[in-house]
């Protein structure tokens, strides 16, 4: 037998072997589960032209896909239904939107130009939407949206977060932990095709 049919064999085998994995993954730890699934293999084969990104609504999960495979499968926030600001009371609805987007621009320091925190001196007098507040201030500190990835023209984004919850908890962009995010963000790029459902 030749080395290629050797080596194609393998290669049939060790596809079948990640995919399994996967699914013993799903039947495991699949939908609210914080685990994080991760196929090395195919992440190294990830560049801008194969990837693209699922993001369940439902489920609250991200999935990076390489050649139509799942490289990485990872919880994730999405906005919330209806969400009640704490200073103002206001209550308004921060759904993430559902539909087929491209990736619009990325930046991997980027600060929110809207929500973050207000100061007077030293002290913070507010924190969260900055035109909701109608005080004096001196200083505005934006929330980090580390690995930015904007997905619309409204400010809709994937970014990095610390605050992942198992239901929808945003303000409207996707929250995905900052173990995974910067993994995402490393192989796609401008025009990678993102799915909510």
């Known amino acids: 037998m030749s080395g290629y049919k050797i080596f194609a064999i393998f290669a049939t085998v060790l596809s079948f072997l990640d995919a399994q994995?996967?699914?013993?993954?799903?039947?495991?730890?699949?939908?609210?589960?914080?685990?994080?699934y991760e196929d090395k293999s195919l992440l190294n084969k990830a560049n801008p032209n194969n990837t693209q990104i699922k993001i369940n609504i439902k489920e609250q999960r991200i999935k990076l896909l390489v050649d139509g495979k799942v490289a990485i499968d990872s919880p994730a926030t999405t906005g919330?239904?209806?969400?009640?600001?704490?200073?103002?009371?206001t209550i308004s609805n921060k759904s993430t939107p559902k539909g087929t987007f491209v990736i619009q621009e990325k930046i991997a320091q980027k600060r929110s130009t809207i929500f973050g925190e207000?100061?007077?001196?030293?002290?913070?007098?507010?924190?969260?939407?900055?035109?909701k507040y109608k005080g004096n201030y001196t200083k505005y500190v934006g929330a980090s949206l580390q690995n930015w990835m904007r997905?619309?023209?409204g400010g809709i984004g994937i970014h990095g977060s610390?605050?992942?919850?198992?239901?929808?908890?945003s303000n409207g962009c996707i929250r995905v932990p900052y173990n995974v995010v910067h993994k995402i963000y490393k192989v796609v790029g401008n025009n990678t095709k993102v799915t909510i459902l």
């Open 21 to 36: 994995s996967y699914t013993q993954f799903r039947a495991k730890h699949h939908p609210k589960s914080f685990k994080v």
């Open 118 to 131: 207000l100061y007077k001196g030293n002290k913070m007098v507010f924190k969260g939407d900055r035109r």
């Open 80 to 89: 919330m239904h209806v969400k009640k600001d704490p200073n103002t009371g």
């Open 162 to 169: 610390q605050y992942i919850h198992r239901i929808p908890h």
């Open 151 to 153: 997905l619309t023209s």
